[in-house]
């Protein structure tokens, strides 16, 4: 995997390639190889975002997950 200060590098000089490096050919590629076309500027805006959002998801599911086993009972209650 690329380190983030590659990719953000990446980014600056070519967004399609960066969104490409991220999300492989999909459609998050295209939309971003369209708006590069049409403007440079909303080709890096899209890539950033598409960089912010891997990092959120690569944070949540990283995190662990806490379950409860009260079964119902309130805290301080007298188990029967």
């Known amino acids: ?28 590629f295209w939309i971003n190889l369209c708006l590069t076309i049409l403007g440079y500027l909303p080709g890096h805006i899209h890539a950033f975002y598409v960089l912010v959002k891997q990092r959120e998801e690569h944070q949540l599911r990283n995190q662990p997950v806490y379950v409860t086993t009260n079964q119902g009972q309130a805290y301080g209650a007298v188990p029967q």
């Open 1 to 28: 995997m690329i380190g983030t200060c590659c990719l953000i590098f990446i980014i600056i000089l070519l967004p399609p390639l960066g969104v490409f490096l991220m999300k492989g050919c999909g459609a998050d």
